[in-house]
């Protein structure tokens, strides 16, 4: 399982880093054309933003999976290895699970929504820009159930050493 999240970062990373590579190299080409021939491609720069929103939403399931999401690490670094610290990071995913599916719900019926409309410089329809929410959504899901495991794991392995204590204190009485 831990190769195909491996693979699934990968995959989101070239994503990523080819759409910034484009982003840019289109910026460059409409500051040159603007500059040298007082001209511009409307198509570019829609391209452009629609490629940050994508590299914006993949990177935001990127950070996901390395366990980067929205939490300030001040107070669950000094809490790691106790029981308030499982206790927090639960909580903590807890409320990322919440944040997550709404993300997911709602970017689905914003994708639903906007079919009708098209962009003007590319064409498209809008529900293909928008269509990453829910797409991020899921991913962030998936890392989500990856590190509710994690936890669930840490969970079990506490319980299961304090158990033993508990009987050896016991068999040594």
Not at 29 to 41: D, N
Not at 83 to 99: K, M
Not at 153 to 165: F, I, N, P, T, Y
Request: include cysteine; aromatic fraction near 12%.
């Amino acid at each position: 399982m831990d190769k195909l999240f491996e693979k699934l970062r990968a995959v989101l990373y070239w994503i990523s880093v080819t759409s910034m590579t484009v982003m840019l190299v289109l910026i460059f080409f409409q500051v040159v054309t603007r500059y040298f021939f007082g001209h511009t491609f409307e198509w570019s720069e829609e391209l452009a933003r629609f490629l940050f929103v994508w590299v914006v939403f993949l990177g935001s399931a990127l950070i996901m999976g390395e366990s980067g999401h929205l939490a300030v690490q001040i107070l669950p670094s000094k809490l790691k290895d106790t029981a308030a610290g499982l206790a927090l990071e639960t909580v903590i995913n807890l409320c990322s699970y919440a944040f997550t599916m709404l993300l997911l719900v709602q970017g689905a019926k914003m994708t639903s929504v906007m079919t009708f409309q098209v962009a003007p410089g590319l064409g498209i329809s809008m529900s293909v820009v928008y269509s990453i929410i829910p797409i991020s959504a899921f991913l962030m899901i998936l890392y989500l159930m990856k590190d509710t495991v994690r936890i669930f794991k840490q969970v079990r392995e506490r319980c299961g050493s304090s158990a033993g204590v508990e009987q050896k204190a016991e068999v040594g009485r």
